[in-house]
């Protein structure tokens, strides 16, 4: 019955990689990735489903250089996160996930980006420029 639970946890978190940027969860998976090494000599799949699951939390936990390109004008910032600023161009390190990046500038529109970093990126690129007068 362990080894079942086990199989179908891991399977859910293997299909459901993104969900493993929330450090509570990855402590927990973790946890149960050593408990399950326990199982080991009794089933060869349960291994393999740890190993790929202890991989994924391992990418899942780099961070990723983000360049945020715009026009030295547009006020640019992360929701949820903080405030990249007015920049011609800026780097900053992001875990992989799904962002919103926003575009604010006086008379004129703004613009909403959402971005999914891959964790298999090396970098990733996000051009933002607020050029739609109101």
């Given at each position: 019955n362990q080894i079942i639970a086990f199989n179908s946890e891991f399977d859910h978190h293997i299909a459901n990689p993104y969900r493993l940027s929330n450090k509570q969860l990855t402590t927990s998976v973790n946890t149960k990735i050593s408990d399950a090494k326990a199982l080991a000599?009794?089933?060869?799949s349960l291994t393999q489903k740890a190993n790929v699951l202890s991989l994924l939390v391992e990418?899942?936990?780099k961070?990723?250089?983000v360049e945020v390109i715009s026009?030295?004008?547009?006020?640019?910032?992360v929701r949820g996160l903080g405030v990249?600023?007015?920049?011609?161009?800026?780097?900053i390190q992001l875990t992989p996930?799904?962002?919103?990046?926003e575009g604010k500038r006086k008379g004129y529109k703004s613009k909403l980006?959402?971005?999914?970093?891959?964790?298999d990126d090396t970098s990733h690129q996000v051009n933002i420029i607020c050029d739609e007068p109101i």
């Open positions: 000599s009794v089933s060869p990418k899942m936990s961070k990723i250089p026009d030295n004008q547009t006020n640019i910032l990249v600023g007015v920049t011609q161009s800026k780097t996930g799904r962002y919103s990046f980006l959402d971005v999914l970093i891959s964790y």
